[in-house]
């Protein structure tokens, strides 16, 4: 597609952009033509934010039933205009404050839907973290994040950007780095490159609600040894000793910090901690 003038499309409908929402709107068409084709095969989507409804008309033509959640009301009339297929909705709201079941069921029926969205840099790790504590509603998404963000994600164990994010996120779901995004691809142009990356829910993939309090614990003390964590201790209602001998049961050095331990380490940790304390 040719890349839409978002500056004159804007000015038309006598909008200005919300520095409050990160707003930086795609203009390069064939990274949204890129976008478009990474969320092949799907027959529902979700779309998170619509921008100008660009991305929203190709991937109209991608799947059978697109849903988008646009929490900027002001951009109604544009988007009105701009996207009229019959296999969309929009959904005025705040994606944050809805509930991924009940989208799952209001509008698709209960059926797995992919997710396709450029997120906001300051909400990108909340929209994960939805995304986590909802498997397995959707199969799969991509996503456009901030590169710093997608290179932490999928960051190795004991590299100074490996959190616990790193080890949720592949814990959780397989994925991949599709290609990044220059600045002046938007409009207007952020401070950053953008990565679009691609995500799919592990079949195996542990109960996130409880999964996500032990890997968060485990990283509250970072740089420390893991024994030593007061979060860890506190959650699983043990002393130092209980940690250190988990930590032996699992093959792991007791005297290890957390950042050290692969995905599967954490698991396995995991697994036991269930076993031994509830």
């Known amino acids: 597609m040719n890349d839409p003038d978002v500056r004159a499309l804007l000015a038309r409908h006598g909008l200005t952009l919300s520095k409050n929402l990160g707003q930086n709107f795609l203009r390069s068409g064939a990274v949204l033509e890129q976008i478009a ?34 929490i900027d009301r002001s951009l109604e009339p ?48 909340d929209i994960l973290m939805a995304l986590f504590r909802s498997l397995p509603l959707w ?7 901030q590169k710093e963000v997608a290179d932490r994600l999928f960051a190795a164990p004991g590299g100074k950007d490996y ?7 592949q814990s959780f779901c397989s994925g991949e780095l599709l290609f990044d995004v220059p600045p002046g691809c938007f409009f207007p142009p952020p401070h950053v490159t953008s990565t679009v990356l691609r995500l799919r829910p592990r079949p195996d993939a542990p109960e996130p609600e409880p999964y996500i309090r032990f890997v968060q614990a ?8 893991l024994a030593a964590s007061p979060a860890l201790r506190l959650l699983l209602q043990t002393d130092k000793e209980g940690i250190s ?26 697994n036991l901690a269930q076993k031994n304390f509830g």
């Open 163 to 169: 959190r616990a994010a790193s080890v949720l996120l």
């Open 245 to 270: 001998a988990l930590l032996r049961e699992a093959g792991l050095p007791a005297d290890a910090r957390g950042e050290t331990f692969s995905p599967g380490d954490f698991r396995r940790l995991y």
């Open 37 to 70: 084709s990474a969320a092949r095969p799907a027959e529902r989507i979700l779309e998170i934010g619509a921008g100008i409804g660009s991305l929203t008309v190709l991937l109209c033509r991608e799947a059978g039933q697109v849903v988008t959640v646009e």
């Open 139 to 145: 199969e799969q998404a991509v996503l456009m994040v």
């Open 78 to 125: 544009l988007l009105r205009q701009e996207v009229t297929a019959e296999n969309h909705r929009f959904l005025w709201s705040d994606i944050l404050k809805c509930s991924w079941p009940e989208l799952a069921e209001t509008c698709f029926g209960g059926k797995p839907f992919t997710v396709v969205g450029n997120l906001p840099y300051y909400i990108t790790t």
């Open 218 to 225: 485990c990283f509250a003390a970072r740089r420390k040894q």
